[in-house]
């Protein structure tokens, strides 16, 4: 493999570098800890998406029928990267570019499209992703929020019943991409309706977190009415449907470049102040930095093979494990050797700190990866019960 950057993707990457630093506030590190989800940075993300949209580089990787340029996941990849070692200032609007919109693409009927596409590409539109509830989380097909289908006044409608629960940006977005119960079949059983928020009969309540304000949320159903045409794909095609959409999730976040930019700040720190010459703090730095460089050949090897029209299989959920295994360690790292850090000594740290440690959680449990990676990648025999 050639790991050289071509000289356009190098001119690419300098083109989003001089857009942040045009377009990012002096104070944008210390800004950051508000956290992703937070309403300060989502009202920042409102503009900036925007001025993204204006200037080209919200959604190059698109197709040129979506109306991107179709420059392809190796230059989605630098665009993640770029936005993700500065704290993501799209906010919630990197879900939009990175699955909502393909996704509606593929599945949506004329009027979604119609309706949802042309605010995502002008940088205007909010969502939000109402998979987990109390009982299903890493479990997802054990999902109970019912959307019967009845008759209404203006014709059928899905009266959905129901909770979720780590809900980000519930708070402020504008739509929900909502899993819905509509028969009892595990997951055929399951299907999407792209709920608006402010639909009468949704309650949503914030869960306190150390990951910045407003980012985590329960959201309550109680008799919420849309029309059919708010159903997404067929009735119980939810499934087939996720596992497109999710695919494009989560390859879309370059978690190990924010980490590995965060271990080469607090390596300068520790050095400036005299205090990276002992042997144990050079063998951890050393052990992050190999960690960090494992994810990013492993995520690498993923783009390629997207590239190269390839399916992507349960190898992803090797590369999502290394990176996970990358920023807990520098996560761990920053809390032993620099605590003062994630006081005010360094914001940037600091907001590291914020997006790591839910690393292994947030966007699916660690632990289901490795027992994807024992059963298909390593088709190891499972336990006799
Ligand atoms: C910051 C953050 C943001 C989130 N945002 C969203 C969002 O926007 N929308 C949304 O729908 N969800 C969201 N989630 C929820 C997230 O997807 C779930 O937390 C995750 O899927 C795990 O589910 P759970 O919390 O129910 O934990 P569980 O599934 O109950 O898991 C608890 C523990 O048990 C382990 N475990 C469970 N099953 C197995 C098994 N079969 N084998 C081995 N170990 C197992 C897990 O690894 C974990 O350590 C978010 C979570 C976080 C932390």
Redesign the pocket.
């Known amino acids: 493999m050639d790991f050289a950057w071509t000289q356009e993707q190098d001119a690419f990457r300098g083109k989003i570098r001089s857009f942040l630093d045009a377009n990012l506030p002096e104070n944008w590190e210390k800004f950051s800890e508000h956290g992703p989800a937070s309403p300060a940075l989502t009202a920042f993300a409102r503009e900036f998406c925007v001025k993204l949209a204006e200037a080209g580089i919200l959604f190059p990787h698109w197709p040129v029928e979506m109306g991107g340029e179709g420059l392809g996941p190796w230059e989605q990849q630098i665009l993640a990267e770029e936005m993700w070692i500065s704290g993501e200032p799209r906010g919630g609007q990197y879900m939009n570019v990175n699955w909502i919109g393909p996704t509606l693409e593929k599945y949506g009927t004329p009027e979604q499209k119609a309706r949802y596409l042309v605010p995502i590409t002008e940088g205007k539109s909010l969502w ?5 509830e109390p009982n299903a ?3 997802l097909a054990s999902l109970r929020t019912r959307a019967a289908r009845e008759d209404g006044p203006d014709g059928e409608v899905y009266k959905i019943n129901g909770q ?1 629960i ?4 519930a708070g402020l977005a504008d739509t929900c991409f909502l899993l819905t119960r509509t028969s009892d079949d595990r997951k055929r059983g399951i299907t999407i309706l792209l709920v608006p928020m402010d639909t009468p009969g949704i309650t949503v309540r914030n869960i306190p977190s150390l ?1 910045g304000e407003g ?2 949320h329960e959201v309550f159903f109680d008799d919420v009415t849309v029309p059919v045409g708010a159903r997404f794909g067929e009735e119980g095609q939810a499934w087939e449907i996720i596992a497109y959409s999710l695919r494009n999730e989560r390859l879309g976040i370059p978690r190990f470049t924010l980490a590995r930019a965060a271990l080469n700040r607090a390596v300068e720190m520790l050095k400036a102040r005299g205090a990276f010459a002992g042997e144990a703090v050079r063998i951890e730095a050393a052990r992050c930095m190999a960690l960090c460089e494992g994810a990013g050949t492993a995520n690498y090897a993923i783009v390629q093979k997207r590239v190269d029209g390839l399916g992507v299989g349960p190898e992803s959920s090797s590369a999502r494990y290394a990176t996970v295994m990358a920023e807990r360690a520098v996560v761990e790292f920053v809390v032993e050797f620099l605590p003062e850090a994630l006081a005010d000594a360094s914001p940037y740290l600091k907001m590291h700190h914020q997006r790591g440690i ?1 690393a292994g ?8 990866q490795l ?1 994807i990676i024992a059963s298909e990648v390593l088709e190891l025999p499972r336990e006799p019960r």
Do not use: H, L, R
């Not at 939000?128 to 987990?132: E, H, P, R």
């Not at 780590?166 to 940006?169: A, E, G, I, K, V």
């Not at 959680?361 to 289901?368: L, T």
């Open positions: 939000c992703q109402g998979f987990s989380g890493s479990d979720k780590w809900t980000s940006y990951i980012d985590i839910v959680v947030a966007s699916g449990a660690a632990e289901i027992n």
